[in-house]
């Protein structure tokens, strides 16, 4: 491909330690793209982008046997794990596209849909995201936790994201440039997209299993993502600190207002231990509990203000763009 020509679609894909994935990935992903027509009939020009997110199995060794077979097929190589989030980003610096899809290696998410999704962006929609039908190829409990996440973040947050709906969408560039022009570290991209706003539409579809290699979130990667995306869509936990201080003061006030009446009435009595100890617990508790908060915001802060760059860059693998 002519290095200057301007794809129509950038496929953005982030793999870690996805060895097997490379090859079966290219072959189908590859017949879809050459499948696709523009109103004249005409073949398009895409690419598809592999950002290795510091595997450490022969990833990379397969992204360079899929560039011999396509040029059309590039890559870059982070210099670690940066994780998936910051991947993304990486791979949103190095295409061109006038439309980017963001899609995951392990083929769930069906790419014969890209082809309605461009349907859509031909209609003027800059934003046309997949939404899974059904999450039945999900387990329950994290079909149930993200169910929930969704609407803790969407009752929290300004920024609503789609339910349902993963990193596989399709990107004007227009978004993608107020993407790529968002300075946080903190990169939580359906955050992000969620913020840029533009003329969404959305594409449904049906999530298929993981057919080769295996999950690379566990809870505890997506439980630290939940926070990421919370404290960096809304400050509400932060704030609600102030109205619970309040209810706290003023239910204390009324207590000692009684406990006044009662001793100018009854006299004093010592006992009071248990009452006591409840209430220094249960403030004590809820002091820890905000602080906790506190230090989420002020760690974020803290990693901010350092200005690191979201990723590094090792090694690009045929002929990448680079727009920085
Ligand atoms: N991934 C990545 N960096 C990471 C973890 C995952 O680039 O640190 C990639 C992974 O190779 C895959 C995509 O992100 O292409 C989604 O990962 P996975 O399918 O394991 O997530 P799940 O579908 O189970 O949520
Ligand atoms: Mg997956």
Same mark, same amino acid.
């Given at each position: ?144 936790? *993200?169910? #929930? ?6 009752? =929290? !947050?300004?920024?609503?994201?789609? &339910?349902?709906? %993963? ?111 409840? *209430?220094? #617990? ?6 820890? =509990? !905000?602080?906790?908060?506190?230090? &989420?915001?002020? %760690? ?25």
């Amino acid at each position: 491909m002519d290095p200057n020509a301007i794809p129509l679609i950038s496929v953005i894909v982030p793999v870690k330690d996805e060895e097997d994935a490379i090859q079966p990935f290219v072959a189908r992903v590859g017949r879809v793209l050459e499948a696709l027509r523009d109103p004249h009939g005409a073949p398009v020009l895409w690419e598809i982008l592999f950002v290795d997110d510091g595997s450490s199995d022969a990833t990379l060794a397969a992204i360079m046997a899929a560039n011999r077979a396509d040029p059309r097929v590039v890559g870059i190589s982070l210099s670690r794990n940066f994780g998936k989030e910051a991947a993304l980003s990486a791979g949103l610096d190095h295409v061109r596209g006038q439309t980017v899809v963001p899609i995951d290696v392990d083929l769930q998410d069906p790419p014969e849909v890209i082809g309605a999704m461009l349907d859509e962006w031909r209609l003027g929609h800059e934003v046309v995201f997949g939404v899974r039908r059904n999450r039945m190829t999900d387990s329950l409990p994290k079909r149930l936790t *993200a169910d #929930l996440y969704y609407r803790a973040h969407n009752w =929290l !947050s300004e920024d609503k994201i789609p &339910e349902h709906a %993963g990193d596989f969408r399709l990107l004007d560039r227009k978004v993608v440039d107020v993407i790529r022009a968002m300075p946080e570290r903190n990169r939580f991209m359906k955050g992000l997209f969620a913020w840029g706003g533009f003329r969404q539409a959305a594409v449904e579809y049906d999530r298929a299993e993981r057919t080769v290699g295996s999950t690379k979130f566990n809870y505890l990667k997506l439980w630290k993502l939940a926070i990421d995306g919370l404290t960096s869509a809304s400050t509400a936990p932060l704030r609600v600190w102030s109205y619970i201080g309040f209810g706290v003061a003023a239910i204390a006030l009324l207590y000692a207002f009684l406990l006044i009446g009662r001793v100018i009435l009854y006299g004093v009595d010592v006992p009071g231990y248990a009452s006591m100890m409840v *209430a220094v #617990l249960f403030l004590g508790g809820v002091q820890l =509990l !905000s602080l906790g908060i506190l230090g &989420e915001y002020v %760690g974020r802060i803290l990693v901010e203000t350092k200005r690191r760059p979201i990723y590094v860059v090792r090694e690009r693998i045929g002929a990448t763009s680079d727009q920085s």
